[in-house]
């Protein structure tokens, strides 16, 4: 992979040296304090989702309905962000306890756990902002990197980008099928309609749970019960999406091409996630509520780490990339979001350059 001009390869493998050292001093420490942090995240949100439900069953008074759809909200980014995110990605496999496990945990998410496990751990965290590998460079609907080829369709973008936010659940659902994998030939129809109808019978299970059976449990509360779980259901898509895009998209977060990975050393890796990914400054609770993916840089070098370690890694992966020159995106929420935003903008038009491309041809 060709790296910054001005590292040299000892430089690169001491980058290497020094983020394995830091991956192995983590692990080797962690213990029952994480166990009771991970533990007592999950109580809380399920205490939470509990609140929020017994008071949208008395939703008929505005302040139980304002009090529990802000509850169930909340309980829905933590059980999405902090708990089912990282649990999937076997940051507390270590544990050994099978009821907090990624081969035991389903999420209350639209996309099956098995099917998000490929797509996102596999595929994404291997092959990271590599254009043609990497399919959530834009999530196969937007360009987000000028070295993805303009189309007209992409001036649309920032309307349904918005619309994404809404259901971003279950645009990530479908989005896991690889439907313009089956179209473009790469995979077998039979394949992807199989993993489809595997979505379709979670999502009808999520529809009955938050749309039929609580709302029908709140008896007079019927109404308010149902618009307290939509409402929560979509703060919640609209706050993963800003997380993630924000982890992802703002200015400065380089793509690679699949001839870069050629030969690509443990250390050259490590460079690719740093220049990949961006972090989103903010205190604790922020950190908690974004799952620590504002820590996206210490998350994509070591994914499989428990997200509550991230605050503690960050200053050395920052000191690390200040002592060999390489940028640390960061910046604060409103920051990051602005700068998302610019780009999808920005790239919805095409690039003078490729637009001189195709005159000259």
Same mark, same amino acid.
């Given at each position: 992979?060709?790296?910054?001009?001005?590292?040299?390869?000892?430089?690169?493998?001491?980058?290497?040296?020094?983020?394995?050292?830091?991956?192995?001093?983590?692990?080797?420490?962690?213990?029952?304090?994480? !166990?009771? =942090?991970?533990?007592?995240?999950?109580?809380?949100? #399920? *205490?939470?989702?509990?609140? &929020?439900?017994? $008071?949208?069953?008395?939703?008929?008074?505005?302040?139980?309905?304002?009090?529990?759809?802000?509850?169930?909200?909340?309980?829905?980014?933590?059980?999405?962000?902090?708990?089912?995110?990282?649990?999937?990605?076997?940051?507390?496999?270590?544990?050994?306890?099978?009821?907090?496990?990624?081969?035991?945990?389903?999420?209350?998410?639209?996309?099956?756990?098995?099917?998000?496990k490929h797509s996102h751990n596999v595929v994404h965290h291997t092959y990271t902002n590599v254009l043609g590998k990497d399919r959530d460079i834009g999530y196969s609907a937007m360009r987000v990197s000028?070295?993805?080829?303009?189309?007209?369709?992409?001036?649309?973008?920032?309307?349904?980008?918005?619309?994404?936010?809404?259901?971003?659940?279950?645009?990530? !659902?479908? =989005?896991?099928?690889?439907?313009?994998?089956?179209? #473009? *030939?790469?995979?077998?129809? &039979?394949?992807? $309609?199989?993993?489809?109808?595997g979505v379709l019978r979670k999502a009808r299970r999520q529809v009955i749970k938050d749309y039929v059976v609580f709302p029908l449990l709140a008896g007079p509360s019927f109404v308010p019960a149902l618009?307290?779980?939509?409402?929560?259901?979509?703060?919640?898509?609209?706050?993963?999406?800003?997380?993630?895009?924000?982890?992802?998209?703002?200015?400065?977060?380089?793509?690679?091409?699949?001839?870069?990975?050629?030969?690509?050393?443990?250390?050259?890796?490590?460079?690719?996630?740093?220049?990949?990914?961006?972090?989103?400054?903010?205190?604790?609770?922020?950190?908690?509520?974004?799952?620590?993916?504002?820590?996206?840089?210490?998350?994509?070098?070591?994914?499989?780490?428990?997200?509550?370690?991230? !605050?503690?890694?960050?200053?050395?992966?920052?000191?690390?990339?200040?002592?060999?020159?390489?940028?640390y995106n960061t910046g604060s929420l409103a920051h990051q979001t602005a700068s998302v935003w610019k780009t999808i903008f920005r790239l919805a038009l095409p690039s003078w350059k490729s637009a001189q491309?195709?005159?000259?041809?």
């Amino acid at each position: 992979m060709p790296v910054p001009e001005h590292l040299t390869e000892v430089d690169i493998k001491e980058i290497g040296r020094e983020l394995d050292r830091i991956r192995d001093e983590v692990t080797a420490s962690l213990g029952e304090d994480d !166990a009771r =942090y991970i533990r007592r995240v999950i109580a809380v949100q #399920r *205490g939470l989702e509990a609140g &929020g439900r017994t $008071l949208l069953a008395v939703s008929i008074l505005p302040p139980a309905w304002l009090a529990g759809t802000a509850a169930l909200a909340v309980a829905k980014i933590l059980e999405n962000m902090e708990i089912g995110h990282n649990v999937l990605h076997g940051q507390w496999d270590w544990m050994r306890d099978p009821d907090i496990h990624s081969t035991t945990w389903e999420w209350d998410h639209a996309s099956p756990a098995d099917m998000w496990k490929h797509s996102h751990n596999v595929v994404h965290h291997t092959y990271t902002n590599v254009l043609g590998k990497d399919r959530d460079i834009g999530y196969s609907a937007m360009r987000v990197s000028p070295e993805q080829p303009w189309h007209p369709i992409y001036l649309a973008q920032p309307l349904y980008n918005a619309a994404l936010a809404v259901v971003f659940e279950w645009g990530i !659902a479908i =989005y896991a099928v690889e439907l313009e994998r089956a179209w #473009r *030939g790469e995979k077998r129809w &039979g394949e992807a $309609l199989t993993q489809l109808r595997g979505v379709l019978r979670k999502a009808r299970r999520q529809v009955i749970k938050d749309y039929v059976v609580f709302p029908l449990l709140a008896g007079p509360s019927f109404v308010p019960a149902l618009l307290g779980n939509l409402l929560a259901n979509v703060a919640r898509n609209v706050w993963s999406h800003t997380i993630i895009f924000c982890g992802h998209f703002p200015e400065g977060s380089e793509v690679f091409t699949e001839d870069q990975l050629d030969g690509e050393t443990r250390g050259e890796w490590y460079v690719r996630q740093l220049l990949g990914s961006s972090n989103i400054d903010g205190g604790p609770l922020f950190h908690l509520m974004s799952g620590n993916l504002s820590h996206q840089i210490e998350h994509h070098l070591f994914p499989d780490l428990p997200s509550n370690r991230y !605050a503690q890694i960050a200053p050395r992966v920052r000191d690390l990339c200040e002592r060999f020159g390489l940028r640390y995106n960061t910046g604060s929420l409103a920051h990051q979001t602005a700068s998302v935003w610019k780009t999808i903008f920005r790239l919805a038009l095409p690039s003078w350059k490729s637009a001189q491309q195709r005159l000259a041809e």
